[in-house]
């Protein structure tokens, strides 16, 4: 009996340190995204794995689920707040509910370029804006950049007149949908999986994207034109969980700070790259057209784009409209 019972005795000790060995297990990061590997985004993550299991190797594990293998857009952010996936980079359009003030980098034809871009998220104004959701428990933690984008459709855009009548795709934004209203476009939200889909089966005739989603995503099969606008930003913004985030142990949160520092250089300095290489790979592929604008005609469409600004002014605040303005002068 005793003999039993101490052999019940060790098996619960046994059980114990299992347990105490489940409790060392790492912590496990999952990093879900919607676009393909080949991306900005895409490259971002995969880096940001291979420096943790590199530097954190046993504490730290990162799974990485491109995409929209796991969640999609739309069940993302929710995923993310119930504690389902610790890191995603929502592109800067799919925050409106969270808060108006990122509706700011969906205005059209607001930066000149990316150095602008840089300059402005940079600034007070761009670093404030990562600590805008913290009430409902997302923290920022970087800007990535995928790019400028573009207009694709089955007809060729020169000009604001031809986007008529025209259904296009846009991203869950309401300065996107105003932006192809302005053009007297019909904008259709859809979720960033369906894209292709929606352009193969003529649901919507047009989207718009940088060149790296367009390729990875193979949109420019289904899509004739391209039209080099470079009329709008696509950058993301990685975010966690607030509460996750700043319950890491100090020791794991000080180096994924540091890496996230790093893998946020690489990613903003190779993103363009990988926009020219998917650009020269659509050229190579012969789907499709790339038109490229005179100024008098990029001229017509920022003009006819450029009135929705003042019909967000009030939610973004004219101040932070004004800032990012300011970044398109270099200091
Ligand atoms: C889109 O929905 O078009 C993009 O936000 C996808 C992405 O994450 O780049």
């Not at 420096?51 to 995409?67: C, H, Q, T």
């Not at 089966?201 to 099969?221: D, F, L």
């Not at 003009?303 to 929705?308: H, L, S, Y």
């Amino acid at each position: 009996m005793l003999k039993s019972f101490c052999k019940a005795a060790a098996c619960v000790l046994a059980l114990g340190a299992s347990g105490l060995a489940l409790a060392a297990d790492p912590i496990i990061i999952k990093f879900s995204h919607v676009v393909a590997e080949q991306t900005p985004k895409g490259q971002g993550a995969l880096m940001f794995k291979k420096l943790v299991e590199e530097r954190l190797a046993g504490k730290v594990r990162v799974d990485v689920y491109p995409n929209s293998s796991l969640f999609g857009d739309g069940k993302e952010m929710e995923a993310l707040l119930s504690g389902d996936v610790q890191l995603i980079a929502p592109s800067l359009a799919k925050f409106e509910q969270y808060t108006p003030k990122l509706q700011l980098f969906d205005l059209p034809f607001l930066f000149n370029d990316i150095a602008a871009v840089d300059r402005f998220q940079l600034s007070p104004e761009g670093q404030n804006l990562l600590k805008s959701m913290e009430g409902k428990n997302i923290t920022g933690l970087a800007y990535w950049h995928n790019g400028m984008k573009q207009l694709s459709a089955n007809k060729a855009l020169r000009e604001p007149a031809d986007a008529r009548g025209l259904k296009f795709r846009v991203q869950a934004s309401a300065v996107l949908e105003e932006q192809f209203k302005a053009v007297r476009a019909n904008p259709r939200k859809m979720s960033f999986a369906e894209v292709y889909q929606g352009l193969q089966t003529g649901v919507v005739n047009g989207a718009e994207n940088p060149y790296s989603n367009i390729y990875s995503q193979k949109m420019h099969e289904v899509q004739k034109f391209i039209t080099e606008t470079d009329h709008g930003l696509l950058d993301y913004m990685l975010i966690t969980n607030t509460k996750f985030w700043s319950g890491l142990p100090a020791d794991v949160k000080t180096e994924l700070d540091k890496i996230i520092v790093e893998v946020t250089a690489q990613v903003n300095k190779d993103a363009e790259k990988l926009n020219q290489d998917a650009k020269k790979n659509i050229l190579t592929a012969k789907t499709t057209e790339i038109i490229t604008l005179t100024p008098e005609q990029r001229g017509k469409w920022r003009e006819a784009m450029k009135p929705v600004w003042a019909k967000f002014e009030a939610p973004i605040g004219a101040d932070l409209i004004k800032a990012a303005d300011a970044a398109n002068q270099a200091q």
